[in-house]
Structure formats: C-alpha cells, structure tokens
DNA sequence: GAGTATTTTTAGATTCAATCTAATATTAAA
DNA sequence: TTTAATATTAGATTGAATCTAAAAATACTC
C-alpha cells in the first residue's frame, strides 16, 4: 500500500494510508461523507478537509475515479479505475458498475467532432 | 402560449408565459440562473423561488429537460425534449445536443437487467 | 541531536446551487 | 363583494464542496 502511494508521488502518511486500505482493496463506489463518517478504529475523525484533500489527489494520480450522480445529488469515488458504464439501480438505489464490452457504443456518426470522453448513466432494475 | 401552458395543466400567468417565451421558442441550453439574471423587459426581478418553481413545473410537465452538467457544475435546463444526447464541446465550453440517430448504443449484452433510461455525456472538440 | 523548511492535517468559515418557509399578492369561484 | 385557491416573493436554510489560516507532523540540513 505505502509503495502503492509513493509510485504515484504521494507521501504514505498514516491518514492517506488508512483510507487507502479502506478504499483501494476492492472495488466500490462511496463519498466523500462515507469517509468522514467512518472512524476507521481511530481515535480522532478525520477533518472533512482532509478526506477530500486525499479522495482528489487519489483522483488526481489515478487511483480513484470521480463522477456526479445526478440521481444520489453528489460526488461519488469509485476504486475502479477501468473504463466502465454505470447502472443505477432504482431498486437497490445502488450503483452498478456495467463492463464496457456489455455496452457498444458507435459515434462514428458524429463526423467532424473528436470525441474525448463518454459518459453513459444507465437507470434500470432487475427483470 | 397560454394555450401551450394551459393544455398541460398549468395556468397561463404573466411570469409563466415570459419564462415560456424566453424559453420554448428555440431550443437551447440555460441554468436557472441565467433566468434570474435575464431582467425581461420587466420592472421587477423575477424572484429566485419563481424561477426554479416555473422551470422545474415545466420540466414536470415535460415542456423543458433537465440534467445535472458535472462540467458546469449546475443543473442544465434544455428546451429540446426529444430524445438525445449530449456534447460537451471543451472549446467552446458549450453543450450541443447531439441527435441519437448518429450514436448508436446497445445495451442488449446487459442481461437480466431492463433499462430504463440511458443518459451519455460526451466530451470532445471539433477537429 | 537541534534547528529549519516543507508538507500534511485541522476546525471552522465560506461558497454556491438549490430548496424551503411563511407571508403577501394575484387570480378564480361562489 | 366575500372567500377560497393558486402564484409569487424575500429571505432563511440546506448540504456538498472548497477555502483559510493556523497547528501538527514529517523531512532535510548541519
Ligand atoms: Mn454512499
Ligand atoms: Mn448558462
Ligand atoms: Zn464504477
Ligand atoms: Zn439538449
């Protein structure tokens, strides 16, 4: 984890580390105030500003993602840092990640506009 | 107008049918607060309170669109109410619908979810 | 080690879009 | 009219996110 860190130029201190463990380990979807929220068996919660301080530079060297959800109204994090789709699911009202190969997507109609980045949000449920 | 207004349930009242008028002639992209600021041709501003009131009444009865613009950060009102996507022009800084048929989208690899709706925000440039 | 610079963390203030409140104004119905 | 329902309002409030300026922790130099 402290290695994990450093490659990506940040120092392992002891705050960036735990929510790393919490956070990297396993794919999932969270926000900024689910960390504020958990105390991580320490004895002092984290400052609001430091959970976001280190949720954005995890952003920034690519260990998080980071995207609105129009339907929850705030930013969620999301440890799964491949291109992927999202599915929200109005039963569960969970957010589910869709593998992109389960999704085509041709934009090839849209001639004379180079296309950087593609968003798809999915609502949906359980047949 | 008041027709417009009125066929839908809404009563056709000055604030009402300025906003319509501003708003339903042409398709086009704007915040709330670019409603606020527009002064109208009125004596007196348009309370903030009216404006979200009148636009999200709108959106209800499906005269206006909305979606959140994590790019602006703010909540995108969108008078074209056909089914489309859309552009992120990054030079431009400007959103451009884009008209469905030229982005193709197959969600069929999803399977055993139904979908219900299907939003894509695209970035990218002319080239 | 001490001393100094740099980075990190912090509590609380601030911002800003959006909603809410509770009173007033306007329109409709009786 | 009088009364009831609807619309509008200024300002308060909310809540996510950012900012501030000071304290704490860490690294660096001698
Ligand atoms: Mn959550
Ligand atoms: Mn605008
Ligand atoms: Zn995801
Ligand atoms: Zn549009």
Redesign the pocket.
């Known amino acids: 984890m402290n290695q994990l860190l450093e490659k990506r130029g ?9 929510i790393a463990q919490k956070v990297l380990q396993e794919h999932c979807h969270f ?3 689910d960390i504020c929220g958990w105390a991580g068996g ?1 004895k ?14 995890f952003v920034a060297v690519g260990l998080l993602k ?1 995207f ?1 959800s129009s339907a929850l ?4 994090y999301d440890s799964n840092t491949e291109n992927h789709f999202h599915l929200y699911d109005t039963d569960k009202d969970q957010i589910l990640d869709v593998d992109p190969s389960l999704v085509t997507v041709n934009t090839s109609g849209l001639k004379g506009y180079r296309i950087d980045q593609i968003e798809i949000l999915m609502k949906g449920r359980r047949r």
């Open positions: 940040l120092r392992a201190t002891p705050h960036r580390v735990r926000t900024a105030e320490l002092k919660r984290l400052s609001r500003a430091t959970v976001y301080n280190i949720l954005n530079e980071s609105y109204g705030k930013t969620i």
